[in-house]
């Protein structure tokens, strides 16, 4: 089961590019890598998924190195907007679906 | 990606009722699941519900206490039954999009009081 590490909390700025990353030591061979958006009183909002290497999308950038065992998530040029939990999510149905577990999350916080 | 609602968005609860929460998706799923979300906490896994065979709980869940329905491909049913004020907490319904890669779509979820 490949357990997700994130940090608790973290602060920003508007217009600034802020990169959360999560560390996933014992990621599978079948894993995908997948983030999560959520705001108070609301189910998660998908944001990006990948398997290696960087995918892009219009709302964030996901970099995975060589080794899968992180991710980083880039949301460039944070808006108040984007004040929210940040979960970083690792696994498959491959490797069961027990594996979809949610960490505790990033509160991502984003000030004037 | 999928639309999903949810019914009743929220509710309070007498302990010792049973509550039943629908899940309704806007196209055919194969894979749908249901988490629990105490204030302040992260997502729990429930169950995973394929249609037409019985769902599948995780460690600490049983089917006497969460039984769930999955009658066709768009629906499905969580209750929560015989409650107590420990089962307070958000139940979030989600399907799987794209087979197998663990992207879900999640509804907004139904807050359950019981006093």
């Known amino acids: 089961l490949a357990k997700t590490t994130q940090p608790i909390s973290m602060d920003s700025y508007e217009g600034q590019e802020v990169n959360i990353t999560c560390s996933h030591n014992?990621?599978?061979?079948?894993?995908?890598i997948t983030w999560y958006q959520q705001f108070p009183s609301q189910g998660p909002r998908f944001i990006i998924q990948g398997y290696k290497t960087k995918v892009t999308n219009e709302v964030a950038s996901l970099f995975i190195p060589a080794d899968r065992k992180s991710s980083t998530l880039s949301l460039p040029r944070v808006s108040l907007s984007d004040t929210a939990v940040y979960y970083c999510?690792?696994?498959?149905?491959?490797?069961?679906?027990?594996?979809?577990?949610f960490g505790k999350g990033t509160m991502l916080l984003v000030s004037p | 990606s999928a639309v999903i609602s949810q019914k009743p968005s929220r509710d309070i609860c007498q302990r010792g009722t049973s509550l039943t929460i629908q899940c309704q998706v806007d196209s055919q799923v194969t894979m749908m699941f249901w988490y629990r979300q105490q204030p302040g906490q992260s997502l729990t896994l429930i169950a995973t519900a394929n249609q037409g065979s019985e769902a599948t709980y995780e460690s600490g869940f049983v089917i006497d206490k969460f039984p769930i329905s999955r009658p066709n491909l768009t629906f499905s049913t969580l209750t929560v039954s015989n409650m107590s004020p420990e089962d307070s907490s958000i139940y979030l319904c989600s399907v799987e999009d794209r087979g197998g890669r663990g992207e879900q779509y999640f509804g907004p979820g139904t807050r359950l009081t019981v006093t």
């Open positions: 999510l690792v696994g498959s149905s491959y490797s069961g679906y027990s594996t979809l577990t």
């Open positions: 014992n990621i599978a061979t079948n894993d995908y």
